[in-house]
C-alpha cells in the first residue's frame, strides 16, 4: 500500500517514514504543498494520504481538495491546530480523521486502518513492488526472485527498505547509518554498514552488469532501479 505523508519537520517526517515502512507501506514524502500537488498532477497510484495543515508554501487544505476531486483516496490531517474550525474545514472538504500532535504512531495506525475498514479502502492484492530482479512483498516482509525466496536478515531487510523508499535519491552513509539504527540497540557503524550492504547486494544478484545498488564515490549510495 501507498502512502502519501504531507509534513514539513524533518523529524516528524523521518519517525513517520520509518514507521510505516515497518508496517509494510510505501511511502511517498513531500514537504510542501507544491510538491504533493506536483505529484498528483503526475497521477501518482496512492491509497492513503496524512497531511499536515500548516505548510511553508500554504497549507494542506489545498492537497485534500485536488484528491478529492481525483477520487475517495482516504486522507487523515496531522497537525498542531487545535481550534475547531480548523477540524470542522477538514472534514467538510473530505478528510476522513483528523489527528493532533503530537500523537502515538500506534494510535495513528490504528486510526488508519479504521478509515480503511470505513471506506473500503484496503486492497486484495499483496502489497509488491520491483527492485530490479526481485519482487519485495511489503505486507508479509519476503523478497523473491524467479519464484524463489531470497532470505534476508532482519537488518539486510531495513536496508533495503531505506533504499526502496529513497528511490532515484543519493543517500550519504551517515543518512543510512542514521536510519538503520534503532531503538533496540542494533549498533551499526561505517564498515559494518559496508559489509551489509555488500551482502544485500550478492543477495539480490546485484552484479557489475546490472547494478541495483549504486556506489556514488565519495558521497554514498544511490538505488534507482
Not at 532515484?168 to 539504527?181: A, F, K, P
Amino acid at each position: 500500500m501507498r502512502v502519501l505523508v504531507v509534513e514539513d519537520d524533518e523529524i516528524i517526517l523521518e519517525g513517520l517514514k520509518y514507521s510505516l515502512m515497518m508496517e509494510g507501506y510505501e511511502v511517498l514524502s513531500c514537504k510542501t504543498a507544491g510538491e504533493a500537488l506536483e505529484l498528483i498532477k503526475n497521477n501518482a497510484a496512492l491509497d492513503f494520504c496524512l497531511l499536515d495543515v500548516m505548510l511553508p508554501d500554504g497549507n494542506g487544505f489545498r492537497v485534500c481538495e485536488e484528491i478529492r476531486k481525483e477520487g475517495n483516496t482516504p486522507i487523515i490531517f496531522l497537525t498542531a491546530c487545535e481550534d475547531e474550525v480548523s477540524t470542522v474545514r477538514a472534514l467538510e472538504i473530505g478528510a476522513d480523521d483528523y489527528i493532533t500532535k503530537p500523537f502515538r504512531i500506534r494510535e495513528l495506525l490504528a486510526r488508519m486502518k479504521a478509515v480503511q475498514r470505513r471506506t473500503g479502502g484496503e486492497r486484495a492484492e499483496e502489497p509488491v513492488i520491483q527492485a530490479g530482479k526481485n519482487q519485495v512483498n511489503l505486507l508479509t516482509g519476503k523478497v523473491y526472485r524467479d519464484n524463489r525466496e531470497v532470505i534476508l536478515t532482519a537488518m539486510e531487510y531495513k536496508l533495503l527498505l531505506i533504499f526502496l523508499n529513497h528511490r532515484g535519491q543519493v543517500l550519504t552513509r551517515d543518512q543510512i547509518l542514521g536510519q538503520i539504527w534503532d531503538g533496540a540497540g542494533d549498533y551499526v557503524n561505517d564498515n559494518t554498514l559496508s559489509v551489509y550492504i555488500k551482502r544485500l547486494r550478492k543477495k539480490l544478484d546485484d552484479t557489475q552488469e546490472e547494478t541495483l545498488i549504486k556506489t556514488v564515490r565519495g558521497i554514498g549510495y544511490c538505488m534507482d532501479k
